[in-house]
């Protein structure tokens, strides 16, 4: 049987790429806010002790949250920047479970994810020996470095270049160890903007495995008409 995972749901953003004054993980998609959708995938993951969800200081959405009543749901503050409220969700994770306790950390802002791409993950982690793993899918576009006027300056090959995405899947002991040291190497605080970035500044080498499903990170107002469609697509298909 598999040891039990616990999940760390970083939620304390304000959304400001989305521009509204709502955080963006409280919009409503069809019926349920952002973060509920978020969570009903994450409690549909086999073998999970606890999700800890990092809210905002004075957070006054997530009472409205159903899934935040389940008994598995916890949730804690937060901090300024997501590797803050990373770092404080894996705080409480130890102490409730051993620091050999695998953790996914996976956005509140990913309401798409798939549970049979999240299996695929903790299995290929599981079985493969390596430190841990993150869901990633290869660059489609070309990719263009432009400079201050937005004009192009190089056109930059995509061959082996992937985007993260999460869950990013770690030991809860290692992980608060690499973000801890990342945030107080002195780099600058946006420098550490996924797990991964963390352990490989430890010298760590996490594994990639491709999200066969959709899992946008709703950033901006385009994502979330597409976000829309394709909740409302799986919901019409399950
Ligand atoms: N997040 C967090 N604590 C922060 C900043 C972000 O918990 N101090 C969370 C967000 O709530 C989100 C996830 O980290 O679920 C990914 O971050 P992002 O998509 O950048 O969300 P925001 O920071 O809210 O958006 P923006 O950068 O546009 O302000
Ligand atoms: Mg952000």
Known sequence: MNEDMWIVVPAAGRGERMGSSLPKQYITIGEHTMLQHTLTRLLAVKDVAGIVVTLAEGDEHWPSVAAG????????IGGMTRADSVIAGLRFVLNHAPAS???LVHDAARPLVSVADI???TDAVRNSGAVGGLLASPVN?????VDEYCCVELTVTRRNLWQAQ???MFRAG??????QSGALSG????SITDESSAMEGMGHEPLLVEALQ???????PADLTLATLLLANLQSNS
């Open 166 to 168: 999460t869950p990013q």
């Open 187 to 190: 780099a600058p605080a946006d």
């Open 174 to 179: 290692e992980l608060f160890e690499a973000l």
């Open 141 to 145: 576009d070309t990719l263009k470095r």
């Open 214 to 220: 959709p899992n946008l990170k709703v950033t901006r």
């Open 119 to 121: 299996k695929r993950l």
């Open 101 to 103: 306790s695998w953790v």
């Open 69 to 76: 009543r389940e008994a598995r749901v916890h949730s804690t």
